[in-house]
Each structure stands twice: as C-alpha cells, then as structure tokens.
C-alpha cells in the first residue's frame, strides 16, 4: 500500500508562509494527489488537487490566489505552498493520493491513500 507522511506544518503569524510537503514511499506517476484540511471541531474539506501528471489543478475558492499546489514526481513528493495565511486556515492538513489513469483531478472523488497529517496554526 501506498504511504504518504505530510512535514512543514507549525505555528506562522496571520500573512505569513508555510509550505508543506508530502512524501510518498512509492512513485506517483499514476496518483492524483489531494490536500485536505480540517479545521479544529470541522469537518475535513478539500483544498487543491492536482493530476498525476501535474497538467491539471483544482483549489478551494477560499486558497485561490493564495495556495498553490505542486508536485515532483521524481522525488515522489507533493508540495503545498501556502501563503497570505489566515487564521482560519489553522487546523490539519492531510495529503491523500488514488490511482487514476485520468489527466484530470477532482476533489469530489475518493482518495484511497492518506498521511497522518500535520498541524499549521496561524496565529499572532
């Protein structure tokens, strides 16, 4: 099974930048990749995806302009940039990741793998 383990996260004044990694134990040509957030006492929501080919994203209407997702398949990773953070954007981010042959991704869909996460806090 496919192993993805989140880094980056901690504690950033409002406006200020994080970027999280997500590292994965195999390679991600065929993955597309999701980050999800969940905020404290929220359900987790999704904020950008991006195809397992990198040709294609999808974000949140609340991180366009701010977040941007990114991915290096040769080194099996994921990246989300975060900048211009806000206090809402506190909580745990996950990576999840599923198999697809599509050129496309969805935060609609499923996903299959996820990581344990890792807590971003944005406070002053």
């Known amino acids: 099974q496919l192993h993805l383990v989140e880094s980056g996260g901690g504690l950033v004044q409002p406006g200020g930048s994080l970027t999280l990694s997500c590292a994965a134990s195999a390679n991600l040509d065929y993955y597309a990749i999701g980050w999800f957030h969940q905020a404290p006492g929220k359900e987790r929501e999704g904020v950008s995806c991006?195809?397992?080919?990198?040709?294609?994203?999808d974000s949140a209407d609340s991180v366009k302009g701010r977040f941007t997702i990114s991915r290096d398949n040769a080194k099996n990773t994921v990246y989300l940039q975060m900048n211009s953070l806000k206090p809402e954007d506190t909580g745990v981010y996950y990576c999840?990741?599923?198999?697809?042959?599509?050129?496309?991704?969805?935060?609609?869909?499923?996903?299959?793998?996820w990581g344990q996460g890792t807590q971003v806090t944005v406070s002053s």
């Open positions: 991006i195809s397992r080919i990198g040709g294609n994203t």
């Open positions: 999840a990741a599923h198999v697809t042959r599509q050129l496309q991704c969805s935060l609609l869909l499923g996903y299959d793998y």
